[in-house]
């Protein structure tokens, strides 16, 4: 009997996770939720338990269209985690969402992401399906 290679599977979160359940939640509806503080209208992201500004406990989740501005980003060359290995050369990037929230996460889409990726490009979210939970990934518009 050979010997059968294991696909190396990405990491994912914990959905149960208190403070971020309902987020990964809204992913398996194709939901992209951030929070916002209904004392003083701070947004919130990543969720959490409590106002970034204000320390308040009252958070309210809202659903974003998914759509933004690449605000910085990082093109990966090397990766130690055996599933991110196979996709070197990628794009990390920190996106501006046009509600408000600036949220860290990958770029796809892109042949090459050295050239194909700018400060300022619009994107949209690109999900990832898995069982429990899709992974909010961007592309360009």
């Known amino acids: ?8 599977r990405r ?7 208190p403070d ?3 987020f990964w939640a809204g ?6 939720r951030y929070q916002r503080c209904d004392d ?12 970034t500004n204000c320390l308040g406990r009252n958070l309210s989740w809202h659903v974003s269209k998914g759509e933004g501005t690449v605000y ?11 599933f991110f290995r196979s996709k070197v ?4 990037a920190w996106i501006d969402l046009d509600e408000g929230p600036r949220v860290l996460s990958n770029l796809t889409g892109i042949e090459d992401p050295s050239n194909g990726v700018s ?12 069982e429990e939970l899709s992974i909010p990934l961007f592309r360009p518009l």
Request: include cysteine.
């Open 1 to 8: 009997m050979a010997d059968e290679k294991k696909i190396p």
């Open 72 to 82: 910085t980003y990082s093109v990966i060359r090397q990766a130690y985690h055996p």
């Open 40 to 51: 003083c209208e701070t947004i919130v992201f990543y969720p959490r338990h409590h106002c």
């Open 20 to 22: 971020t359940a309902p």
């Open 119 to 130: 400060i300022g490009q619009r994107v949209t979210v690109d999900w990832e399906e898995h």
């Open 11 to 17: 990491p994912l979160p914990n959905v149960k996770e």
């Open 89 to 92: 050369p990628f794009a990390v």
């Open 27 to 32: 992913t398996r509806e194709g939901e992209l």
